[in-house]
């Protein structure tokens, strides 16, 4: 407790932890000694942190070639479905051509049921062309004109990606306010901690913080 003229002002202690686990591979902390908001307090080994995001950057880069590839693929698609949409005009003229022969009685009963089937699978081929405009459009989220960053797998791997790269920040543990730490004779290098796990104190010393719990003690006393 720090005495006052008007007030005693308890100053807050902090329990220090961990947002990841891992190994301590670096202590900058002493019992009772004075640290800085946004000092180093301690770090946990990055490497496996560091390995984790490499690959959520390069399964972003994967999910970015797939939408591209996925573009390429409703562009074919739908130029597949013009082919077959001609092919299709072209047999039904050619069925329109033998039945009108045949009602001359010029043209055969052969030519005129091969000419309905040309037409039939011809009519058959454009009709899968349209379910792969479909599929491939379906593919790109609905929209074949989507940013290839807006596509939702995309967006998730970029999720991931920034998770990642947030935990490999939380590797180096610093101090939140201005203060001297505590209860930590026994943190080492090389231990293992846990996410959560309080691992010592700090007991704030902050002017501003002593200041503004002064000034609501006053106000409370008044």
């Given at each position: 407790i720090q005495e006052t003229d008007n007030a005693n002002v308890r100053q807050p202690r902090v329990s220090v932890a961990s947002q990841v686990s891992g190994r301590v591979v670096e202590v900058d902390v002493a019992e009772n000694g004075r640290v800085k908001a946004g000092d180093v307090l301690f770090v946990i080994d990055p490497e496996p942190y560091r390995i984790a995001l490499a690959q959520?950057?390069?399964?972003?880069?994967?999910?970015?070639?797939?939408?591209?590839?996925?573009r390429a693929a409703y562009a074919q698609a739908v130029a597949q479905e013009k082919v077959s949409a001609g092919d299709v005009g072209y047999y039904q003229g050619e069925l329109d051509r033998q039945s009108a022969?045949?009602?001359?009685?010029?043209?055969?009963?052969?030519?005129?049921?091969?000419?309905?089937r040309d037409l039939e699978k011809a009519q058959e081929q454009h009709?899968?062309?349209?379910?792969?405009?479909?599929?491939?459009?379906?593919?790109?989220?609905?929209?074949?004109?989507?940013?290839?960053?807006?596509?939702?797998?995309?967006?998730?791997?970029?999720?991931?990606?920034?998770?990642?790269?947030?935990?490999?920040?939380?590797?180096?543990?610093?101090?939140?306010a201005d203060g001297i730490i505590s209860q930590?004779?026994?943190?080492?290098?090389?231990?293992?901690?846990?996410?959560?796990?309080p691992l010592f104190s700090l007991v704030e010393t902050g002017d501003t913080w002593i200041e503004a719990n002064f000034k609501e003690t006053q106000l409370t006393n008044m």
């Open positions: 959520a950057e390069s399964a972003v880069a994967a999910a970015r070639l797939n939408v591209e590839q996925l022969l045949t009602a001359k009685g010029v043209g055969t009963k052969t030519a005129l049921d091969s000419a309905r009709q899968v062309a349209v379910e792969a405009i479909e599929a491939a459009r379906a593919a790109l989220g609905g929209d074949p004109a989507i940013e290839t960053d807006r596509h939702p797998a995309v967006l998730a791997a970029a999720a991931t990606r920034d998770q990642q790269a947030y935990q490999l920040a939380q590797t180096t543990v610093r101090a939140p930590a004779s026994s943190f080492k290098s090389g231990q293992f901690v846990g996410i959560g796990s």
